[in-house]
């Protein structure tokens, strides 16, 4: 079982950077896929990015491409997401998940969640 946490949300202006960390718990943290959601009011929960329990794959919401990157340090148990030029769309709750199933756009493809962390964004 792994045990997910979030932090390093915050308040951003337009244009400005944020770095998230999830901690993970649970030695086989090397062996699940790492996942980045998002869920706005009102809004579906949305696929942010994914990154193989390698590391050496990733994947990315159209949203995000081009502006957002994750990585992970398995030594650590713990995986990022560096967000740069961000928007006020970008405004959400981002969750953490870890999974082994296929499906790493998907909800369902993730077994374990954080709590999730505020980011704002303000214009």
């Known amino acids: 079982q792994v045990q997910v946490v979030e932090s390093g949300g915050g308040l951003v202006q337009a244009g400005g950077s944020l770095r998230l960390s999830c901690a993970a718990s649970?030695?086989?943290?090397?062996?699940?896929?790492m996942g980045w959601f998002r869920q706005a009011p009102g809004k579906e929960r949305e696929f942010v990015a994914a990154?193989?329990?390698?590391?050496?794959?990733?994947y990315y919401g159209d949203s995000v491409k081009g502006r957002f990157t994750t990585s992970r340090d398995n030594a650590k148990n713990t995986v990022y997401l560096q967000m740069n030029s961000l928007k006020p769309e970008d405004t959400a709750v981002y969750y953490c998940?870890?999974?082994?199933?296929?499906?790493?756009?998907?909800?369902?493809?993730?077994?374990?969640w954080g709590q999730g962390t505020q980011v704002t964004v303000s214009s």
């Open positions: 998940a870890a999974g082994l199933e296929s499906g790493a756009a998907y909800v369902g493809g993730y077994d374990y």
């Open positions: 649970g030695r086989t943290f090397s062996n699940y896929r």
């Open positions: 990154i193989s329990w390698s590391g050496r794959s990733t």
